[in-house]
């Protein structure tokens, strides 16, 4: 069965400091993958995908994530956090054959230290 | 682009009581999905349709639930009879017909059912 699991439920970082969040996802085939992030009291913003190609991939506000297959891994890096990325973040995974639904996993919360 | 539309933001009723929460997707946007997101239960979608079109209602909870989409332009997700379990963040998105049909999420509605 297609799982996401994000290991981590909250994770503490200071301002400045790098971070990498995780996730893992079962699925037969390449899948398409996502990142998203949620502010308080906000609706989900996608930050990045990776459906091909370069396995390095940018997103929005200096995040990027790197798909690796042989650890069916799609962590999310950042090499200095900002006090505005506090939220909460959530992996997911849709199936490349074109089935619609995504397979969310159960976030990760970012608390950023002044 | 106005993105995802949802209204109203907020909604607080009492238990019994009849709510529909409204949804205008991006326009151009083939697919719209509905999803409730709670502390406990974390993202579930509840349905989504393509072309307007029903097409996976597996996740909507019970038949005091239902969705529609008259148009390609606006859906409801109505609660007859509201229940206090029911209190939730339900959140819209849309997507394209085309790789890798990331979703975009509306602000979502908060309900609360007293």
């Known amino acids: 069965a297609q799982s996401v699991t994000q290991p981590d439920i909250h994770i503490t970082v200071s301002e400045g400091a790098s971070l990498e969040l995780r996730c893992n996802y079962s699925?037969?085939?390449?899948?398409?993958l996502f990142w998203y992030v949620q502010s308080p009291g906000q609706g989900l913003q996608l930050l990045l995908k990776?459906?091909?190609?370069?396995?390095l991939v940018q997103g929005i506000k200096g995040f990027e994530a790197e798909f690796k297959r042989s650890q069916s891994s799609f962590n999310l890096r950042k090499p200095s956090v900002h006090w505005s990325d506090a939220a909460e973040y959530f992996c997911a995974v849709g199936k490349a054959s074109g089935t619609y639904k995504y397979i969310f996993g159960t976030g990760t919360r970012l608390k950023v230290l002044a | 682009d106005a993105g995802v539309i949802q209204s109203p933001r907020h909604e607080v009723t009492e238990m019994g009581q009849e709510v529909t929460l409204r949804c205008k997707p991006i326009s151009g946007h083939d697919y719209l999905f509905w999803y409730r997101q709670t502390m406990m239960r974390g993202l579930e979608l509840l349905i989504y349709f393509n072309n307007n079109v029903p097409i996976d209602d597996s996740g909507m909870p019970e038949d005091r639930f239902s969705a529609k989409m008259p148009n390609a332009s606006f859906s409801t997700l109505k609660i007859q009879p509201s229940e206090p379990r029911d209190s939730a963040v339900y959140f819209c998105?849309?997507?394209?017909?085309?790789?890798?049909?990331?979703?975009?999420f509306g602000p979502g509605t908060r309900l609360t059912v007293t």
């Open positions: 998105a849309s997507s394209l017909n085309q790789g890798p049909y990331e979703q975009y």
């Open positions: 699925y037969g085939a390449t899948p398409y």
């Open positions: 990776y459906f091909s190609g370069d396995t």
